[in-house]
Every structure is written in C-alpha cells, then in structure tokens.
C-alpha cells in the first residue's frame, strides 16, 4: 500500500500570499489530521477532518483552513502568510477503528520570505 | 498550555549503551501514550505506545514505562544503535478530544 503523500514538498512564498497544501491519506483511511512541526514546539495540531467534516480543531487563527474531499485527499490553506508561518506541516491519516493510530506523510516546508 | 513536555531538547548517548528519553504529561484524562520517531525529511513514524492501565510495554529493543503518579512516560532503548539516531516525539492521547497532543521532540544522537 501506498503511504500518506504531500505536495509540493517544498514551497516559498512572500508574506502576505496565500498558499494550498494538498494530502493524499493512504488508500482506506478517512481521518486526515495536519500539524505544524516548527522548532522547539512540536507538532502543532492543526485539525481533522474525517468523512469530508471537520471533526476537530485546534488553537491556530482563522487564517488556517482546510478541507477533505470524496476520496478523503485533504488540502490545507493558508492566507496572508506571516513570516511565522515558516514551518514543515505534516499530514496524518487514520484507519477506520482505530484510536490514535496515525501515518504521517514527508512533509511540506514552507518558507515564508 | 503545553500538556506534554519533553525537557531535554537532545541527547548524545554511545553505541551499544542505554538510550533514556524521557515525557512528560499534565493531564491525567489521557488514555494513551506513544512515541515517534522522526528522521530528517521523513514524517514521523509509531515506534511504541502504552494504555494507561499499563505500567509498562516491551517491543524488542525498545521499552516504554508509565508511571501515572508522576505523570511521566519514559521511552528505554537497548542496546542504541547509530540507526537509532533521530528526534523522538512523545504523544498523548485522550479518548474524549479525539486528538493526539505531542511533545517538542528530543533529538538524539548514537556515537560510534
């Protein structure tokens, strides 16, 4: 089976674009989950989103957004970047019936100039 | 509010010897405990985890110990090897937010 895919792996932008990320989950699985990997905090939990809903969500600006669709790929959107939004995010996805299981794909770095 | 913590931003241990990273957690709803492990361009894959009605689980060369009064998880690698070397992450999870809370990462490095 194919694991979790991203693209672009790499991207920069300029402070005040807006960027997408796209996630394929690996072939079954609905729940798709982003974090934001920056150094010295961790991985930050962005949200999940399962069956084309947001299921949950955590504590970043409305700048943040994302979506799932049909075939549970998931796209992540980021509007007027800031320069602290330079960081790698990551996109999980979940088997159906299990808790906390996750695959994490590569990555996307972004680099906001 | 960071729930769970990992203190040691890196550690440096020698081949063949004990590797000991340790987590963590405030919050005592969480159900389960895991760690993952992360090379360089690479997401970060499930190594181990623990429920917390466990005290402690063994998987070949890596054993993770809970110990719910001090709310402190640690991960034992023996004996460590160079593959070993990559940032670990600690997570927590809690059955009612559905969610995974994560650590801020221990980088460690396996000296020949």
């Known amino acids: 089976k194919a694991g979790v895919t991203q693209t672009p792996r790499y991207l920069i932008k300029t402070r005040g674009q807006q960027v997408t990320l796209s996630c394929s989950p690996i072939s079954g699985h609905r729940s798709v989950s982003w974090y934001q990997q920056t150094p010295g905090q961790g991985l930050q939990f962005l949200f999940e989103y399962f069956s084309e809903t947001q299921r949950n969500k955590g504590n970043f600006p409305g700048r943040f957004s994302g979506r799932q669709f049909s075939n549970s790929r998931s796209e992540m959107n980021v509007s007027t970047l800031e320069l602290g939004d330079s960081a790698l995010y990551l996109c999980?996805?979940?088997?159906?019936?299990?808790?906390?299981?996750?695959?994490f794909g590569p990555g996307t770095r972004l680099t906001v100039t | 509010d960071q729930q769970v913590k990992q203190n040691s931003p890196s550690l440096s241990v020698q081949e063949g010897r004990i590797s000991i990273l340790n987590c963590d957690y405030t919050n005592s709803m969480f159900d389960y405990f895991l760690w993952y492990k992360k090379y360089p361009a690479e997401g970060p894959t499930f190594l181990i985890s623990i429920s917390s009605i466990k005290d402690k689980n063994e998987d070949g060369r890596f054993t993770v110990f809970l110990n719910k009064s001090a709310k402190h998880l640690s991960l034992h690698i023996v004996p460590s090897q160079p593959g070993d070397s990559a940032v670990y992450f600690c997570a927590a999870y809690f059955q009612g937010a559905q969610k995974l809370v994560f650590g801020q990462g221990t980088r460690l490095t396996i000296n020949p």
């Open positions: 999980a996805s979940t088997p159906t019936g299990s808790a906390y299981e996750q695959y």
